[in-house]
């Protein structure tokens, strides 16, 4: 891909996400609280559901950022003929490929906003101290290997659509959908993330924590916050996809006309 490709998926895929993050930060909120062990109400209710949002806010743009940065080098990588059979391969490999990058931002920007949104009352940046002091490096990446998972078989739903408006809403359909069949790893994801240090759920292992999760609370526990879960997403998907795609003609019809 060319510099200017390059620089438009980097600024473009940041704004898109950062986007998301802000305008959808209550209802990922609930959909948190729903999932904590302690329950709906002991997590907070509908109090403070703007907690841990310093957390989301620093780490968006770095993450959608690195997201499609990676997503569009790989399809360049892997470049095929458009009418081959192999292009929506191609697609979800590089989305994999991206959600891998991004994680690495992504997932301790979340432990911090997750455990933030379950503690009200305790700032954001004290949180993120705590985490080290206690955990070291690896506690802020508890929970790396369900969220992969997790985002990985999501984000092969992506594509690409020619109009921004067809890209918005595939992405709020898809989405939706794929939030559904993919919330149990969302549960587990959040019940990692904040498990006490030391815990067996702690230790990251996905399914022991979804069997835990059956155990104690059966079909319902699995799928808890699926509903709020799909709203962000359908929601986040027609933001998303539709702000990254006019960002990203935008910045390169400016880059065209400064040539």
């Given at each position: 891909m060319?510099?200017?490709?390059?620089t438009?998926?980097l600024?473009?895929?940041?704004?898109?996400g950062?986007?998301?993050?802000?305008?959808?930060?209550?209802?990922?909120?609930?959909?948190?609280r729903?999932?904590?062990?302690?329950?709906?109400?002991?997590a907070?209710?509908?109090?403070?559901?703007?907690?841990?949002v310093p957390?989301a806010?620093?780490?968006?743009?770095?993450n959608?950022?690195?997201f499609f940065?990676?997503y569009?080098y790989?399809?360049?990588f892997?470049h095929?003929?458009?009418?081959?059979?192999?292009?929506?391969?191609?697609?979800?490999?590089?989305?994999?490929?991206?959600?891998?990058?991004?994680?690495?931002?992504?997932?301790?920007?979340?432990?911090?906003?997750?455990?933030?949104?379950?503690?009200?009352?305790?700032r954001?940046?004290?949180?993120?101290?705590?985490?080290?002091?206690?955990?070291g490096?690896?506690?802020?990446?508890?929970?790396?290997?369900s969220?992969v998972?997790?985002?990985?078989?999501w984000?092969?739903?992506?594509?690409?659509?020619?109009?921004?408006?067809?890209?918005?809403?595939?992405?709020?359909f898809a989405?939706?959908?794929?939030?559904?069949?993919?919330?149990?790893?969302?549960?587990?994801?959040?019940?990692?993330?904040?498990?006490?240090?030391?815990?067996?759920?702690?230790?990251?292992?996905?399914l022991?924590?979804?069997?835990?999760?059956w155990?104690?609370?059966?079909?319902a526990?699995?799928?808890?916050?699926?509903?709020?879960?799909?709203?962000?997403?359908?929601l986040?998907?027609?933001?998303?996809?539709?702000?990254?795609?006019?960002?990203?003609?935008?910045?390169?019809?400016?880059?065209r006309k400064?040539?």
């Amino acid at each position: 891909m060319d510099k200017p490709g390059l620089t438009a998926s980097l600024v473009a895929g940041g704004v898109a996400g950062v986007s998301v993050d802000l305008i959808l930060f209550p209802l990922d909120t609930i959909k948190t609280r729903l999932q904590s062990p302690q329950g709906f109400n002991k997590a907070g209710g509908f109090r403070g559901i703007y907690a841990g949002v310093p957390s989301a806010a620093i780490g968006s743009f770095p993450n959608a950022a690195a997201f499609f940065l990676t997503y569009e080098y790989v399809k360049w990588f892997l470049h095929t003929d458009s009418a081959s059979c192999f292009v929506p391969v191609k697609h979800m490999l590089a989305a994999s490929a991206g959600e891998v990058v991004a994680c690495l931002i992504r997932v301790p920007s979340e432990v911090v906003k997750q455990r933030a949104q379950v503690s009200a009352s305790s700032r954001t940046f004290q949180i993120f101290s705590n985490i080290l002091y206690e955990e070291g490096i690896q506690g802020l990446y508890r929970g790396y290997k369900s969220t992969v998972l997790r985002e990985a078989l999501w984000s092969w739903r992506q594509d690409h659509v020619v109009d921004s408006w067809q890209s918005a809403v595939c992405g709020a359909f898809a989405g939706g959908f794929a939030a559904a069949v993919t919330t149990p790893l969302d549960v587990a994801k959040t019940r990692i993330m904040l498990a006490k240090a030391g815990s067996s759920t702690a230790s990251g292992n996905v399914l022991s924590a979804l069997h835990g999760v059956w155990q104690s609370q059966g079909l319902a526990g699995l799928f808890a916050g699926v509903f709020p879960r799909m709203a962000a997403i359908s929601l986040g998907g027609f933001i998303f996809l539709g702000a990254y795609d006019q960002t990203y003609s935008l910045l390169l019809e400016v880059g065209r006309k400064s040539l």
